[in-house]
T-cell receptor, first 115, second 111 residues
Framework: KAGVTQTPRYLIKTRGQQVTLSCSPI?????VSWYQQTPGQGLQFLFE???????NKGNFPGRFSGRQFSNSRSEMNVSTLELGDSALYLC??????????????FGPGTRLTVL | DQQVKQNSPSLSVQEGRISILNCDYT??????FLWYKKYPAEGPTFLIS?????DKNEDGRFTVFLNKSAKHLSLHIVPSQPGDSAVYFC??????????FGTGTLLAVQP
């Protein structure tokens, strides 16, 4: 079974631009979560989507948004990019239920660099 | 406020010896705990988990211990191998379904 895939793997943008990242979960998984990893902050939770609905949101500004499609694929958008948005963005998918004990499986991440 | 803490940013161990990675948490509502391993430029890989109703879970060379009264968990790797060298994250989950991660511990296993 294929794992979580993320595209693109690397991205370079300039301040003020916007960016869209894509995530395809493991087949059959309905939950997709997004995380930001920076050297100083570790992995920070952005949001989770389950069956096309945002179920949870972390403490990030409104410039960070996401959506999930009917096939469970998810996109994350960051508008008006700032230098501090440079990070590894990770997507994780979780099983078929809404339970809290389903393990999350991560994709390889998208490395975003903002110049 | 860091709800999940890994106070040791790095750990160095000799091959064949035991590696013990520690994690503390503050939120008593967490009921599920996980350990992930991460290599550079890759996503975290799930290692092992434990529910709050248990105090130990074992999978091959990896054992996780949970002490709820101390709000402490640890990951034991025995015997340690050079391929175990990576960053290890502990994570906690509760009713909110948000996975809260620690800041990670870099394990170096010396041959």
């Amino acid at each position: 079974k294929a794992g979580v895939t993320q595209t693109p793997r690397y991205l370079i943008k300039t301040r003020g631009q916007q960016v869209t990242l894509s995530c395809s979960p493991i087949s059959g998984h309905r939950s997709v979560s997004w995380y930001q990893q920076t050297p100083g902050q570790g992995l920070q939770f952005l949001f989770e989507y389950f069956s096309e609905t945002q179920r949870n949101k972390g403490n990030f500004p409104g410039r960070f948004s996401g959506r999930q499609f009917s096939n469970s694929r998810s996109e994350m958008n960051v508008s008006t990019l700032e230098l501090g948005d440079s990070a590894l963005y990770l997507c994780a998918s979780r099983g078929r239920t809404s339970g809290t004990t389903d393990t999350q499986y991560f994709g390889p991440g998208t490395r975003l660099t903002v110049l | 406020d860091q709800q999940v803490k890994q106070n040791s940013p790095s750990l160095s161990v000799q091959e064949g010896r035991i590696s013990i990675l520690n994690c503390d948490y503050t939120n008593s509502m967490f009921d599920y705990f996980l350990w992930y391993k991460k290599y550079p430029a890759e996503g975290p890989t799930f290692l092992i988990s434990i529910s709050s109703i248990k105090d130990k879970n074992e999978d091959g060379r990896f054992t996780v211990f949970l002490n709820k009264s101390a709000k402490h968990l640890s990951l034991h790797i025995v015997p340690s191998q050079p391929g175990d060298s990576a960053v290890y994250f502990c994570a906690a989950n509760g009713a909110t379904n948000k996975l809260i991660f620690g800041t990670g511990t870099l394990l170096a296993v010396q041959p």
